[in-house]
């Protein structure tokens, strides 16, 4: 098994025709991904290496059955895209685009929540990938295989590290959440859903400085978390006050501090490495054991 994404996924790409969209469409599809079209409304009855573009999200789910949409498209019209396929009761929405406006990323959150029937991966994120079955984003697919290890992290260069150097073990799924202030899936969702996989024994969950997601995750893993999950957590030496990367990595005082964050984790059980190389090798002695 695989959490929200497995070899009968069947993705659209929103964006296609840009020079993004159609260069990581054809790396998804290169990595075994069944994407099903495309969208978009200026480029409709074209297609892009065969795959038919479509006009809208809903005409695209209409004809092709797709279930995942991932969104290639410039920060100015995200917002709109996000509700369109919203709208079309997309299951699966991975957004990848960075530098959303966070007031219109707050806005396709709520509104995806008042629906109720789309779980949104992102905005700002690689994606999600389950090794040898499909990759929705940007996640290089050559550097790990199918196995029993979970990953979540909210980055996305530490995801592609922590994959290749776990690439003897290999993954169920890989999800990138993305560093964003708002984001649609959280560790603890994928905590969750990972729990409750048959296929995936043990958990790798990277976090990094600013708010309080990692902390609040500490406290779930406590209450529902059986399987082994080790830990990483980015930003050890950011100093106080700058933004460090993503949007949502900001320190205030105490307040969201790496070291704050490893005493919650470790408070629980969860073993938590001082690089991402330590925290490979943690959970490289889990499975051995």
């Not at 949104?120 to 994120?125: E, L, T």
Request: charged share 20%; net charge negative; hydrophobic share 40%.
């Amino acid at each position: 098994m695989a959490i929200w994404l497995t070899e009968s996924s069947r993705v659209i790409v929103q964006g296609i025709t840009g020079a993004e969209g159609t260069r990581h469409t054809r790396r998804m599809v290169a990595s075994g991904t069944n994407v099903v079209g495309g969208v978009n409304p200026r480029k409709a009855g074209t297609d892009v290496d065969g795959i038919p573009v479509f006009a809208t999200v809903e005409e695209a789910r209409k004809e092709t059955g797709a279930d995942t949409s991932v969104v290639f498209v410039p920060p100015a019209f995200a917002k709109d895209a996000a509700i369109e396929a919203i709208d079309a009761e997309m299951p699966l929405l991975v957004v990848i685009t960075e530098g959303i406006p966070v007031q219109d990323s707050a806005y396709f959150y709520n509104y995806s929540r008042e629906r109720g029937n789309t779980r949104i991966v992102g905005p700002n994120c690689p994606g999600l990938i389950s090794p040898g079955r499909s990759n929705a984003g940007i996640i290089p697919a050559d550097i790990t295989k199918p196995g029993r290890i979970g990953l979540v992290s909210k980055s996305g260069t530490l995801t592609y590290q922590m994959m290749y150097e776990l690439r003897d073990v290999g993954f169920s799924t890989c999800v990138g959440i993305g560093g964003d202030p708002v984001i649609g899936t959280t560790h603890i969702d994928c905590l969750a859903a990972f729990q409750a996989d048959d296929d995936t024994d043990a958990i790798v969950m990277i976090g990094e400085i600013g708010g309080d997601a990692e902390e609040r995750a500490a406290e779930f893993i406590r209450a529902n978390v059986t399987k082994p999950v080790v830990g990483y957590v980015a930003g050890f030496t950011a100093p106080e006050g700058k933004t460090m990367g993503h949007a949502g990595a900001i320190v205030s005082g105490s307040s969201g501090t790496a070291a704050a964050k490893q005493a919650a984790l470790e408070a629980v059980g969860v073993r938590v490495g001082k690089t991402p190389s330590e925290t490979a090798r943690l959970m490289a002695e889990i499975v051995r054991a």
